[in-house]
C-alpha cells in the first residue's frame, strides 16, 4: 500500500521557518514528479511547489516563490519544502503529493495519483 506521510508542522510566529518532511513507502517515487500543495480554511486547495525526479526542475505559487524551496532525497524516499518568512497567509493544511508522470514538474493537481494526509502550519501574527 503505497502512503505519503508529512511531518513538521506546528504552529509559528510570523517570520519564522518550517520544514515540512514528506516520506513515502510501499513503492519508490525516485523517478517521479512530486509536490505540495496546501488548504487553508474556507478555500479551495491550491499549488505550492513541484519538482521533478532529480530535483533539479522545480516551480513554485508566486505567493511564495523566494520564500519556500522545495527539494528530495530519493535515497531517503523524502521529499521536503523549507518554508521560510512564514507569513500569516501561509497558515493551512500541507499536503504531500506523487505523480505517476516522469517529466517535469507541474501546478496541476489532477496529474497527481498519491496525497498524504495532511500536516498543519499555523503562522500567528
Known amino acids: 500500500q503505497v502512503q505519503l506521510v508529512e511531518s513538521g508542522g506546528g504552529l509559528v510566529q510570523a517570520g519564522e521557518s518550517l520544514r515540512l518532511s514528506c516520506t513515502t513507502s510501499?513503492?519508490?517515487?525516485?523517478?517521479?514528479?512530486m509536490g505540495w500543495f496546501r488548504q487553508a480554511p474556507g478555500k479551495e486547495r491550491e499549488f505550492v511547489a513541484s519538482?521533478?525526479?532529480?530535483?533539479?526542475?522545480?516551480i513554485y505559487a508566486d505567493s511564495v516563490k523566494g520564500r519556500f524551496t522545495i527539494a528530495r532525497d530519493n535515497a531517503k524516499n523524502t521529499v521536503y519544502l523549507q518554508m521560510n518568512s512564514l507569513k500569516p497567509e501561509d497558515t493551512a493544511v500541507y499536503y504531500c503529493?506523487?505523480?505517476?508522470?516522469?517529466?517535469?514538474?507541474?501546478?496541476?493537481?489532477?496529474?497527481?495519483?498519491?496525497w498524504g494526509q495532511g500536516t498543519q502550519v499555523t503562522v500567528s501574527s
Open positions: 510501499g513503492r519508490t517515487f525516485s523517478s517521479n514528479t
Open positions: 503529493t506523487a505523480s505517476h508522470r516522469r517529466s517535469g514538474a507541474t501546478a496541476t493537481a489532477a496529474l497527481y495519483d498519491y
Open positions: 519538482t521533478n525526479w532529480s530535483g533539479g526542475s522545480t
